[in-house]
């Protein structure tokens, strides 16, 4: 019985290790942090049509790292996001195409290694999807305008949702709150 759980223990940590190793060699960029690097053609914090660009494509204009977790479903090294331990106000959006995911006020500490939110901005935001990947039965989640990959969402996070979403920093763009609020009045105008 000893043995059978030690081999279930090494199966389970090569397993996460397997996760991770997609983007342990491209690391070269930081995360995106009220970032000035070129946007997507299609990056908009207003605009809520579908975006729909074949892979190739998405190849082109997005970073490596970027295109790594969000077209190919992988997943950043635990505790090697920006946005792992920061605590600005503001919204975090998709850094693929600008939409709106979380408020920086559902994000806590899990402790796991991600960001990780409670609740996202609304409904659309976010897609959910099977992932049987790894041996693992888990909820992908996908931007809600671009489908790229983010993370994963799972059901031990704290009231009033009980939800973790578990999200690759790499996917995300952050604007405070102040600057936020002027982007959009600009907007509107």
Known sequence: MKMLRINMIIVLMATLLQQCSYSQSNHSKPANMDSTEK???????TDTSKVDISDTEWQKILPSDVYQVARLKGTERPWSSKF???????TYYCAVCGNPLFKSDTKF????????????IS????????DHS???NRTEVQCG???????????DGPPPTGLRYCINGVVLDFAKAKKAEEDYNKSRQ
């Open 39 to 45: 946007k997507s053609p299609v990056y908009s914090n």
């Open 134 to 136: 790894h041996g693992m």
């Open 123 to 130: 409904k659309e935001s976010i897609i959910y999807t099977p």
């Open 84 to 90: 792992e331990k920061f605590n600005e106000v503001g």
């Open 145 to 155: 305008r671009c489908k790229s990959h983010l993370g994963h969402v799972f059901e």
């Open 109 to 120: 500490e899990s402790g796991c290694g991600w960001p990780s939110f409670y609740e996202p």
